[in-house]
């Protein structure tokens, strides 16, 4: 896969979006599920959130779902892509964390 | 009931605070044209208001994508003027916060601080070729006209604006600089 060399960690918000995304919403409903998701602690604010998906778009890590309910609001949804970032993310935070409490465990022996 | 209010901010997070303040007592802007400010008085609501500058002109498709955005997000578009936008969000509706991650506070924080920067410097140089202009025809016993007392005078008011400009801009480059560093530990 091309850029993964240079990917780095996601961002908080950019995680949660895209596991907000494995379904599709629009901008209102993927601020509610963060903020669900994560019990309040994630607020993701309007010009926040207009430009990671702005950006997550041009990265072709989500698409807009072109449905004919409501098309007032746009939805988007997570791509084959998108899917897979979020895989190695959570490979990576998979890491990070066994590697935290082993390590604090010893520690405190 | 509609009450007109005549007031001038340089500072945006001044007038947003003052903004707030007034929904608070039942004054909720509704319009804003030329340092004038209209306020529908209402006690029954109260609302969050906060103020914007957009990369691009509000009547921009860019900006007015934007702003449809923020609509459907419970945020009403008030009034806008050149880049700024003003917006509000009655308080039932949750904590408004535009942006709430330090990437996209600096990029706005940025925004900002070049308006100021730019006004600075073309002040600054303005305030300075007009300053020269007139004490070097002072210095030459008004050889090249009878304009020099105008000239150091306008070049004095530029510079006085100068400086009223990067004073506006200071705050905003120490809080660009705090974000740039703790993004360096924490996102």
Not at chain 1, 13 to 26: D, E, Q, T
Not at chain 2, 17 to 32: D, P, Q, T, V
Not at chain 2, 103 to 114: E, G
Request: net charge positive; glycine share 8%.
């Amino acid at each position: 896969m091309p850029e993964s060399n240079d990917r780095g960690a996601l961002t908080e918000a950019v995680y949660y979006i895209l596991l907000s995304l494995l379904s599709p919403l629009h901008g209102y409903g993927i601020m509610q599920n963060v903020k669900s998701l994560s019990h309040e602690r994630v607020n993701l604010g309007a010009g926040t959130l207009y430009g990671a998906i702005n950006t997550l778009v041009e990265k072709n890590w989500i698409e807009q779902v072109f449905s004919e309910s409501d098309s007032r609001k746009k939805e988007y949804i997570i791509t084959k892509l998108g899917r897979s970032v979020l895989g190695e993310e959570i490979s990576r935070l998979e890491e990070l964390l066994q590697n935290g409490k082993a390590l604090l465990e010893r520690g405190v022996k | 009931m509609r009450h007109k209010v005549w007031k001038l901010f340089w500072d945006y997070e001044k007038e947003e605070k003052w903004l707030n303040e007034m929904s608070a007592k039942g004054l909720h802007m509704i319009h804003y044209t030329w340092a004038q400010y209209i306020f529908e008085e209402d006690s029954q609501n109260r609302y969050q208001y906060r103020i914007e500058l957009l990369k691009d002109r509000v009547v921009n498709p860019e900006s007015v994508i934007y702003i449809k955005f923020l609509g459907e997000n419970d945020i009403e578009h008030i009034a806008s003027y050149m880049r700024w936008i003003y917006l509000r969000k009655d308080v039932k509706n949750g904590d408004f916060d535009l942006y709430t991650d330090k990437a996209s506070k600096i990029a706005h924080y940025s925004r900002v601080f070049n308006v100021w920067n730019t006004l600075m410097i073309v002040e600054g140089i303005a305030g300075g070729i007009n300053l020269g202009i007139g004490i070097i025809n002072l210095i030459l016993n008004e050889r090249l006209g009878n304009f020099s007392y105008g000239n150091i005078s306008i070049g004095i008011s530029c510079l006085v604006m100068s400086v009223l400009f990067w004073r506006l801009g200071r705050p905003l480059k120490q809080k660009i600089g705090k974000l740039k560093r703790d993004q360096i530990i924490t996102e």
